[in-house]
C-alpha cells in the first residue's frame, strides 16, 4: 500500500529551503519490490547527481500528476542533514515501538516520522557523523548519497523542526557502533540476511583499504566511468541482459574501489538499488548464498584494486575485452616460442608496455561511459521533443475551439 503524499505544511522548513527532492517509484525487479528515485523529467533520479534533483514543490507536483508514488529528499555533502535510519521496529496496526528505537528517538528529539512500510521510522537531525561504521542491525545512520521516502507522517511529541544533534550522534555511534554486538539494537530474527550483514561472507574480507562507504560511493560516482556506477547504483538494469549480470557489473566496480573487502561490498550493495532478497538465498551445495557468490566471483575476476595511497587510476581494470586480447596475444607468442625457432627478445620498442595498455583501457571505459551518457541525453531529448508536440496539440485545439466561437485564450467565453 503506497503511503499519502505528504503535504508543504508537514514538511520542515530546513528540509523544504533545499532543491535537494526526488520523487520515488515502487517497482518490481526480479520479483523483489524496490522503491526507484525519478526526476521529474521522467528519467531515473540520482543519489549522487544534483542535476537529477528539485524542488520539494516540483517533486510533489510530479508525484500528484506523474508516475511517482511518493517523494524523497536526498542528502548531499552541501548540507548538514542526517538521516537515521530504524527499521523493523514499529507494530504497522498497533503503533507500538520497540524500546531500543524509542530510546532513540527521545534522545535525538529531532524531526521524526513513520517510514511508508510503516514498520519503521525517519529521524532527520542537523549534524555529522563519525567515522567508522554507520549500519548495525536494524539502525543506520546516512549523511551522503541516499535519499528518504518522506511520509510527513511525523511522530506525536517530536519536533516539526530538524534539530541541531552532533552531540547526541556522537553518543549513539559511541552506543551502538562502538561496543560489542550484544549492545546492538535487537533483530526481528536472527535471518540469514542478518547473518551476513555481521560476519564475512568469505575469505577475501581480509582484503580492503581505509575507504568509509560513503567515500566508495563519492569517488566512484565521480571516476571516469561514474554513468555506468550511478545507474548500477540507482537499480537501473537497462544496459545488461539479466539482473544478475547487472549484479555482478556493480559488485565487480565496489570489488574494486573497497580493494576486495567482500564485508563491505555486502554492505554497500544492500543499499544499492539492485538489492532484493534473493541476495540471501542459499543458490549452491556450499550453503553459500547468491549474494556470497557474487561477491567471490567479482573479487576473484577483479585484476587490480583501488589503493588511496598510491594507486592513481581511478577506473576498474578487471576483464575486459581489451584483457581478453593480450591473453590470446599471449597465447599465440607462447605457442610460436615453443617451436623451434629461437625465442626473440622483446625490447620496449617492440609494443606497447603494460601502463600503455593499463591506459587504453582507462580510455576505452571513458569512452564507454560517455556513450551511455549520450545515450541518456538522447532519450531525454526525445522525451522533451514529445512533450513539445503534445503541448503544440493541446495548443491548436485551443485555437479550434476559440474560432469556433467556444472560448478565448483568455478564458472568456463568447
Not at 532543491?19 to 540520482?46: C, F, H, M
Not at 528539485?54 to 536526498?74: Q, S
Not at 567508522?132 to 516539526?160: I, K, Q, S
Request: aromatic share 8%; glycine share 8%.
Amino acid at each position: 500500500m503506497t503511503p499519502p503524499l505528504p503535504t508543504r505544511a508537514a514538511m520542515p522548513d530546513e528540509l523544504l529551503d533545499r532543491a535537494q527532492w526526488v520523487g520515488w517509484q515502487k517497482q518490481t525487479r526480479g520479483g523483489d519490490e524496490t522503491k526507484v528515485p525519478l526526476d521529474v523529467t521522467g528519467g531515473y533520479a540520482s543519489a549522487t547527481d544534483a542535476a537529477t534533483w528539485t524542488t520539494f514543490d516540483e517533486a510533489l507536483a510530479y508525484a500528484t500528476d506523474g508516475p511517482a508514488d511518493g517523494v524523497g529528499y536526498v542528502f548531499s555533502d552541501d548540507d548538514p542533514i542526517v538521516g537515521v535510519d530504524l527499521d523493523k521496529c514499529r507494530n504497522s496496526e498497533t503503533g507500538a515501538t520497540e524500546a531500543w528505537a524509542q530510546e532513540i528517538i527521545d534522545r535525538l528529539d529531532s524531526y521524526t516520522e513513520v517510514s511508508p512500510s510503516g514498520t519503521g521510522y525517519h529521524i532527520l537531525v542537523q549534524g555529522s557523523l563519525l567515522p567508522d561504521g554507520n549500519r548495525t542491525g536494524n539502525l543506520e545512520l546516512y549523511e551522503h548519497a541516499r535519499f528518504f521516502t518522506m511520509t510527513g507522517d511525523r511522530v506525536d511529541d517530536t519536533p516539526p523542526k530538524v534539530a541541531e544533534r552532533t552531540a547526541a550522534l556522537a553518543e549513539i555511534h559511541s552506543a551502538y557502533f562502538e561496543t560489542p554486538t550484544d549492545a546492538e539494537p535487537p533483530r526481528a530474527t536472527q535471518s540469514h540476511t542478518e547473518r551476513t550483514q555481521a560476519e564475512p561472507p568469505n575469505e577475501t574480507s581480509e582484503r580492503g583499504n581505509d575507504l568509509t562507504d560513503d567515500d566508495v560511493i563519492r569517488r566512484a560516482s565521480n571516476a571516469a566511468n561514474s554513468v555506468k556506477f550511478r545507474r548500477l547504483w540507482g537499480g537501473d538494469t537497462s544496459a545488461y541482459d539479466s539482473r544478475s549480470d547487472a549484479d555482478m557489473a556493480l559488485c565487480s566496480l565496489l570489488a574494486f574501489w573497497t580493494a576486495g573487502d567482500a564485508t563491505q561490498m555486502d554492505r554497500l550493495f544492500r543499499d544499492s538499488g539492485l538489492y532484493r532478497e534473493r541476495w540471501d538465498e542459499v543458490h549452491f551445495a556450499d550453503g553459500s548464498t547468491y549474494g556470497e557468490k557474487t561477491i567471490e566471483r567479482a573479487v576473484s575476476g577483479t585484476s587490480e584494486f583501488y589503493d588511496p595511497t598510491g594507486f592513481s587510476s581511478a577506473v576498474r581494470r578487471s576483464t575486459t575485452r581489451t584483457d581478453l586480447s593480450r591473453r590470446a596475444e599471449r597465447d599465440r607468442r607462447e605457442k610460436t616460442d615453443s617451436g623451434t625457432a629461437p625465442r626473440e627478445t622483446t625490447t620496449p620498442q617492440d609494443g606497447p608496455t603494460d601502463d600503455h595498455l593499463d591506459r587504453l583501457d582507462e580510455l576505452q571505459e571513458h569512452l564507454e561511459s560517455v556513450l551511455e551518457e549520450n545515450e541518456r541525453l538522447e532519450a531525454e531529448l526525445e522525451r522533451e521533443r514529445e512533450r513539445r508536440r503534445e503541448l503544440e496539440a493541446q495548443l491548436e485545439d485551443v485555437a479550434d475551439d476559440a474560432d469556433d466561437g467556444g472560448w478565448s485564450l483568455f478564458g472568456w467565453f463568447r
